[in-house]
């Protein structure tokens, strides 16, 4: 496959998840995170409290929901990722932003 690939999950979200859920995280799982690496640039989108919705699908509440982003961005940063944060704005002018950023690359 020719160009980008954007992956929505990955091992180091496994990881984060365990973390955050006070789980121990297997040795593999981080020698795993450590030897596939991806593109050194990550996307992560903040917790944005004015799109924030709880659903049938969407189980977390507004604390968890903050947690999790932060051990995110703190699972991803301490495995040597460089975080993007996307911007609040739209769909589209987010997706214009992960295009510039991509090609820029």
Same mark, same amino acid.
């Given at each position: 496959?020719?160009?980008?690939?954007?992956?929505?999950? $990955?091992?180091?979200?496994?990881?984060? %998840?365990? /973390?955050?859920?006070?789980?121990p995280i297997p040795g593999y799982a981080?020698r795993a995170a450590r030897l596939f690496?991806?593109?050194r640039r990550v996307f992560i989108a903040?917790?944005?409290?004015?799109?924030? /919705?709880?659903?049938?699908?969407?189980?977390?509440?507004?604390?968890?929901?903050?947690? #999790? %982003?932060? #051990?995110?961005?703190? #699972? %991803? $940063?301490?495995?040597? %990722?460089?975080?993007?944060?996307?911007?609040?704005? /739209?769909?589209?002018?987010?997706?214009?932003?992960?295009?510039?950023?991509?090609?820029?690359?």
């Amino acid at each position: 496959m020719a160009g980008p690939v954007l992956m929505d999950r $990955s091992i180091l979200d496994v990881i984060g %998840y365990l /973390s955050l859920c006070g789980l121990p995280i297997p040795g593999y799982a981080e020698r795993a995170a450590r030897l596939f690496r991806y593109n050194r640039r990550v996307f992560i989108a903040p917790f944005w409290d004015a799109i924030f /919705s709880q659903d049938d699908e969407r189980k977390q509440d507004k604390g968890e929901a903050e947690a #999790t %982003y932060r #051990t995110m961005a703190e #699972t %991803y $940063s301490r495995l040597g %990722y460089d975080l993007v944060h996307l911007p609040l704005v /739209s769909i589209e002018e987010r997706a214009l932003f992960v295009l510039e950023h991509i090609g820029n690359q």
